[in-house]
């Protein structure tokens, strides 16, 4: 029996559809799983003078100082608030590690291309630009959010952008 190119799924095409899913307030957001390094408990960073306000500061993380940036602030999503269940969530995006401030991380989500919607276009906190979609499983929606994209914009000032 021979099988096509088409009927086998790569490792890598279905973590392509696997976003961790993470709260900021009240609303639920995805990002790719292919970007997140690791997971770490919230600890407060060293602040660098003249950094903006949503950069919390950097941390040393095994020899490597990484830029945080609170995603509650960049959103204006309120006050953050740092408990037991604040955690950073460790990106390497285009080589360079930036840490991500969120209220909480859920689970790992795969989606179906019939289960993520375009974004609509309206005004809100978060320009829809790096936005992928809304992603649909039973009764919940995420917020799915293209991080390089957005870790990479004019901005934020972390990351160069990436050579079109």
Known sequence: MQTTATAVETADDIAAREFLAFTLGKEEYGIHILKVQELRGYEEPTR?????????????????????????????????????????????????VVGMVVDSVSDVITLNADQVKPAPEMGTALNTDYLIGLGTVDQRMLILVDIDRLMSSAEMGLIDAVAA
């Open 48 to 96: 660098i003078a003249n950094a903006p306000d949503f950069i919390k500061g950097v941390v040393n993380l095994r020899g490597i100082i990484v830029p945080i940036v609170d995603m509650r602030i960049k959103f204006n999503l309120g006050t953050p608030t740092y408990d037991q269940f604040t955690v950073v969530i460790i990106l390497n995006i285009n080589g360079r």
